[in-house]
């Protein structure tokens, strides 16, 4: 008697532990998918990650799409760089190119702006190259203002700086997300375009910067930003300033031609130092 009932108990336990192990059987394995590019939530958002987590950045100087950190620059500021990046959810491969630098060697870039890693971001989710000499920024995926830090160049071949006089040096300045220059218009008035005909027959010498600010730089105050009504186009401002692009730049990233048209000073760049656009 003693005998059938442990049998009985050992038939039992081995059917459950069938059960189990055919159940186990049935759960997916978990699936571990490591992707070259990915989207983290950082203290600044979400942002580009590479290797292990490590944050990408964008650099100002390279608004026309070519890198310019070289030398010494890349110890700190080293390249990405993959032939055929996998990607994290919610990137698109048409945003990722490669670039050919001027030694020869290939970098990432993301919406034409070369991608590259901070040395001093010990760990993944780190951003601690945000705004190094105010031309670095964190790259993501919905800035719709970026900075340029370049030699402004006007359409008669001269150079100017920031003040609208002609010399030479760096300008900070804005620009749109693939880098194309902004410009304001002096005669302007606080949230006024006095530019655009009513027809938009010049809307094409000096189009509009038109739609809604999502992301800027966290250099940049986003609350300086707004928008304005033009002929039922809605139009982007910056301290009141309307913002244009210049038909003259072809669409070209880094071009600044229109700093010099038709003379200096009457349709400038603006960044955060520019003053607020004078009322009505």
């Given at each position: 008697?003693?005998?059938?009932?442990?049998?009985?108990?050992s038939l039992?336990?081995?059917a459950l532990?069938?059960?189990?192990?055919?159940?186990c059987?049935?759960?997916p394995?978990?699936?571990?998918?490591?992707?070259?590019?990915?989207?983290a939530?950082?203290?600044?958002g979400?942002?580009?990650?590479?290797?292990?987590?490590?944050?990408?950045?964008?650099?100002?100087?390279?608004?026309?799409?070519?890198?310019?950190?070289?030398?010494?620059?890349?110890?700190?500021w080293?390249?990405?760089?993959?032939?055929?990046?996998t990607?994290?959810?919610?990137l698109?491969?048409?945003?990722?190119?490669?670039?050919?630098?001027?030694?020869?060697?290939?970098?990432t870039?993301?919406?034409g702006?070369?991608?590259?890693?901070?040395?001093?971001?010990?760990?993944?989710g780190?951003?601690?190259?945000e705004?190094?000499?105010?031309?670095?920024?964190?790259?993501?995926?919905n800035?719709?203002?970026?900075?340029a830090?370049?030699?402004?160049?006007?359409?008669?071949?001269?150079?100017?700086?920031?003040d609208?006089?002609e010399?030479?040096?760096?300008?900070?300045?804005?620009?749109?997300?693939?880098?194309?220059?902004?410009?304001?218009?002096?005669?302007?008035?606080?949230?006024?375009?006095?530019?655009?005909?009513?027809?938009?027959?010049?809307?094409?010498?000096?189009?509009?910067?038109?739609?809604?600010?999502?992301?800027?730089?966290?250099?940049?105050?986003k609350?300086?930003?707004?928008?304005?009504?033009?002929?039922?186009?809605?139009?982007?401002?910056?301290?009141?300033?309307?913002?244009?692009?210049?038909?003259?730049?072809?669409?070209?990233?880094?071009?600044?031609?229109?700093?010099?048209?038709?003379?200096?000073?009457?349709?400038?760049?603006?960044?955060?130092?520019?003053?607020?656009?004078?009322?009505?």
């Amino acid at each position: 008697m003693h005998a059938f009932r442990y049998k009985t108990r050992s038939l039992s336990l081995t059917a459950l532990l069938l059960v189990a192990t055919l159940a186990c059987k049935d759960e997916p394995n978990p699936v571990t998918t490591t992707n070259d590019l990915n989207l983290a939530t950082t203290s600044l958002g979400k942002v580009l990650t590479g290797d292990a987590g490590r944050t990408l950045y964008v650099f100002a100087p390279d608004a026309d799409g070519k890198a310019n950190c070289n030398g010494t620059c890349l110890d700190n500021w080293p390249l990405f760089y993959k032939e055929t990046p996998t990607l994290g959810t919610d990137l698109t491969a048409a945003d990722f190119t490669t670039i050919t630098r001027a030694d020869g060697t290939k970098q990432t870039a993301y919406k034409g702006w070369p991608l590259y890693y901070f040395k001093n971001d010990a760990k993944a989710g780190d951003v601690v190259g945000e705004n190094v000499g105010n031309v670095w920024q964190v790259a993501k995926p919905n800035y719709t203002i970026l900075m340029a830090s370049r030699q402004l160049i006007g359409s008669d071949g001269k150079s100017y700086t920031f003040d609208t006089k002609e010399g030479t040096g760096n300008s900070l300045f804005l620009t749109d997300n693939v880098g194309r220059t902004l410009y304001a218009f002096a005669p302007d008035k606080k949230n006024k375009n006095t530019y655009t005909k009513a027809d938009l027959s010049n809307n094409a010498t000096w189009p509009l910067f038109e739609g809604t600010v999502d992301e800027v730089p966290s250099t940049l105050n986003k609350a300086d930003f707004g928008t304005t009504t033009v002929f039922g186009k809605t139009q982007v401002t910056y301290k009141g300033w309307p913002l244009y692009y210049f038909g003259g730049d072809q669409g070209l990233r880094g071009n600044t031609k229109g700093v010099s048209v038709p003379r200096p000073g009457v349709w400038p760049v603006v960044n955060k130092t520019s003053p607020e656009a004078p009322a009505s």
